[in-house]
């Protein structure tokens, strides 16, 4: 598999945390408040366009309020089992 924005585990992340965002009961504006950044940014990250890290997923999560470990759960699950990098 090669590396893409549009791989299966990085859209299930995309969808992961657009659902926690929703879940919070957010805006894009206003995780973007609660982060210290510009709302482009979070539009960026769930359009695709940038991938976050792991820092930066751990920093998410908290701001909205949401396990790290069950999002990266549901990225497991997506990524087929003979995925390569």
């Known amino acids: 598999m090669t ?5 299966p585990g990085q859209i299930a992340l995309i969808e992961a945390l657009i659902a926690a965002r929703k879940q919070a009961g957010l805006t894009q ?7 210290g950044c510009h709302q482009s940014f979070v539009a960026r990250v ?4 940038r ?6 997923l751990v920093i998410l999560c908290r701001a909205l309020g949401a396990d790290p470990l069950r999002i990266v759960e549901t990225v497991s699950a997506s990524v087929p089992p003979d995925a390569g990098i």
Do not use: P, Y
Not at 46 to 49: H, K, L, R
């Open 46 to 49: 769930e359009s695709g366009q």
């Open 29 to 35: 504006t206003e995780l973007a408040e609660r982060l």
């Open 3 to 7: 590396r893409t924005i549009r791989s």
């Open 51 to 56: 991938r976050v890290d792991v820092s930066e």
